[in-house]
């Protein structure tokens, strides 16, 4: 049994080394990092293709959200908090679990991981916000690396571990999550999830100092730990995932209030569209549009200011689903004319218009966003949508074919691409976008089989070159987890 797992973790970590080639993808930033001083320490380099090598084994298991503007708005927030970080490597992979446990977590190498829980469970930006800093100051201190180091174990082999644990952790969510965590703490402390107390009061302190850097109130830390502590005491052994590898007690309370209280005082205004956002996984949440619209009504009602305007957005949203048109209509018209600028806004109002199959009119209003915001995520796969309920797939496919050189490693994205090229005719295009999408889940022979397709229907040489390429490339991959 040992000797198999060993054999996983040693497969993971030849597995990070084919992945280097991975990098000169990853948001234009191609640059080696140098390790200086690093001692036992595993490399920044390592650390990246490790994270990379994870997160592919990740995804086959994980149940992923593909929310575009949920995705957008987490990446810029957490791309805000990583520009004042003392990061050295801030080529970030951000995905989203769809999960309602309060939970985050950052696995070596710049993956980041949220739960929708955490997003449901933060009462503002800065509380999110907070529990994230916290999140990117554990990987800015290279505090795993510098736990192996100390207990002077191979830093290659615990760092695969861990890759390999905390997919159970990740993934579970609720109980399952919860006893999965238990699992692998008692499984093995030295690739325990759980980090040294000093390294929790170190991620504590330059978390809040990341986050007061980057323009959040340092008051949102103590108060997401309120919410927390408020969920443990609701659920008596059932925890939040988090608490489970970051133990909260009242010191740390205290802590981080006296702390929050040494910075100037200052005015902070919570952002808008958090409540937005929070409202979308509200929603997401709730499998029955009517069930949803009384949710909505009833909130309206009893809420304030920026929330209650995020009652009144998730209304809209509901109405759209449960097809009452014209009332989604009459409530989103004040907001529109009351911030004509806001996206998240214009994006209701198209979702009407598909809804209606207003399609042309939806279109118009979506090119002229793209031709305002080009590469805008949540904007272009709403045009692809249009594109793909008007039936002009060969331009959905022209669209998000060029978008997918933006977001290479956005999953949903490529299996959305197949489907669209299928209908447009292109089956080249086709099998290497489902080729793409395997690859991503770590699905190599499936991955192999479609490139090997598309190499059929290369058209030029250029492009036969191209593919052979990425072939000896999955081929690598491949093997390195025992899947070839």
């Known amino acids: 049994m040992r000797s198999k797992r060993m054999?996983?973790?040693?497969?993971?970590?030849?597995?990070?080394?084919?992945l280097l080639q991975v990098a000169a993808h990853s948001r234009g930033q191609t640059a080696a990092i140098p390790d200086f001083g690093e001692g036992n320490a595993v490399p920044l380099s390592q650390e990246y293709v490790m994270g990379r090598a994870w997160l592919m084994q990740f995804r086959r298991q994980a149940p992923i959200l593909?929310?575009?503007?949920?995705?957008?708005?987490?990446?810029?927030?957490?791309?805000?908090?990583?520009?004042s970080s003392q990061l050295r490597d801030r080529r970030l992979e951000?995905?989203?679990?769809?999960?309602?446990?309060?939970?985050?977590?950052?696995?070596?190498?710049?993956?980041?991981?949220?739960?929708?829980?955490?997003?449901?469970?933060?009462?503002?930006?800065?509380?999110?916000?907070?529990?994230?800093?916290?999140?990117?100051?554990?990987?800015?201190?290279?505090?795993?690396s510098r736990s192996q180091e100390n207990a002077k174990t191979s830093g290659k082999l615990a760092l695969a571990g861990l890759?390999?644990?905390?997919?159970?952790?990740?993934?579970?969510?609720g109980e399952a999550g919860m006893a999965?965590?238990?699992?692998?703490?008692?499984?093995?402390?030295?690739?325990?999830?759980?980090?040294?107390?000093?390294?929790?009061?170190?991620?504590?302190?330059?978390?809040?100092?990341?986050?007061?850097?980057?323009?959040?109130?340092?008051?949102?830390?103590?108060?997401?730990?309120?919410?927390?502590?408020?969920?443990?005491?609701?659920?008596g052994s059932r925890p939040p995932e988090f608490l489970l590898t970051h133990p909260l007690t009242e010191s740390?309370?205290?802590?981080?209030?006296?702390?929050?209280?040494?910075?100037?005082?200052?005015?902070?205004?919570?952002?808008?569209?958090?409540?937005l956002v929070r409202a979308r996984v509200e929603l997401s949440f709730i499998d029955d549009p009517a069930v949803a619209v009384a949710h909505f009504r009833k909130k309206r009602k009893e809420s304030r200011g920026a929330e209650a305007v995020a009652a009144q957005y998730g209304l809209v949203l509901a109405l759209t689903d449960n097809g009452n048109y014209g009332e989604a209509r009459q409530l989103l018209a004040p907001m529109r004319e009351f911030k004509p600028e806001n996206m998240t806004y214009a994006l209701a109002e198209t979702e009407i218009d598909l809804a209606e199959e207003q399609y042309d009119l939806a279109i118009e209003k979506l090119e002229r966003g793209v031709k305002l915001v080009p590469g805008?995520?949540?904007?272009?796969?709403?045009?692809?949508?249009?594109?793909?309920?008007?039936?002009?797939?060969?331009?959905?496919?022209?669209?998000?074919?060029?978008?997918?050189?933006?977001?290479?490693?956005?999953?949903?994205?490529?299996?959305?691409?197949?489907?669209?090229?299928?209908?447009?005719?292109?089956?080249?295009?086709?099998?290497?976008?489902?080729?793409e999408y395997f690859f991503l889940n770590g699905a190599m022979k499936p991955a192999l089989e479609q490139l090997n397709l598309a190499l059929k229907l290369a058209p030029d040489n250029v492009a036969v070159e191209r593919i052979n390429r990425r072939l000896a490339f999955f081929h690598q991959v491949g093997k390195a987890l025992g899947q070839l």
């Open 7 to 18: 054999n996983r973790y040693l497969a993971a970590f030849i597995l990070g080394l084919c």
């Open 66 to 83: 593909s929310d575009p503007l949920i995705q957008d708005y987490t990446e810029n927030l957490i791309y805000r908090l990583a520009a």
């Open 94 to 144: 951000v995905v989203l679990v769809n999960a309602k446990s309060i939970n985050a977590f950052a696995v070596p190498g710049g993956v980041v991981g949220v739960h929708n829980g955490l997003i449901l469970a933060a009462q503002s930006e800065a509380q999110m916000a907070s529990v994230l800093g916290h999140e990117l100051a554990h990987l800015s201190q290279r505090h795993f």
């Open 163 to 173: 890759l390999a644990g905390m997919v159970a952790v990740a993934a579970g969510g």
């Open 180 to 235: 999965a965590i238990a699992g692998s703490q008692a499984a093995s402390q030295d690739a325990s999830l759980r980090y040294s107390r000093l390294h929790e009061q170190e991620a504590d302190r330059i978390g809040m100092q990341n986050l007061v850097a980057a323009g959040w109130d340092p008051r949102g830390s103590a108060g997401m730990f309120e919410v927390m502590q408020a969920e443990s005491r609701k659920y």
């Open 252 to 275: 740390r309370i205290a802590d981080a209030r006296n702390r929050a209280g040494q910075f100037p005082p200052r005015m902070y205004q919570d952002n808008p569209g958090f409540h």
């Open 376 to 435: 805008n995520h949540p904007i272009t796969i709403q045009l692809g949508k249009a594109y793909f309920k008007a039936g002009r797939y060969t331009e959905a496919d022209q669209l998000l074919t060029a978008h997918a050189k933006l977001k290479p490693t956005n999953v949903t994205l490529w299996y959305w691409l197949a489907e669209v090229q299928g209908l447009a005719g292109n089956r080249f295009g086709l099998h290497q976008s489902r080729a």
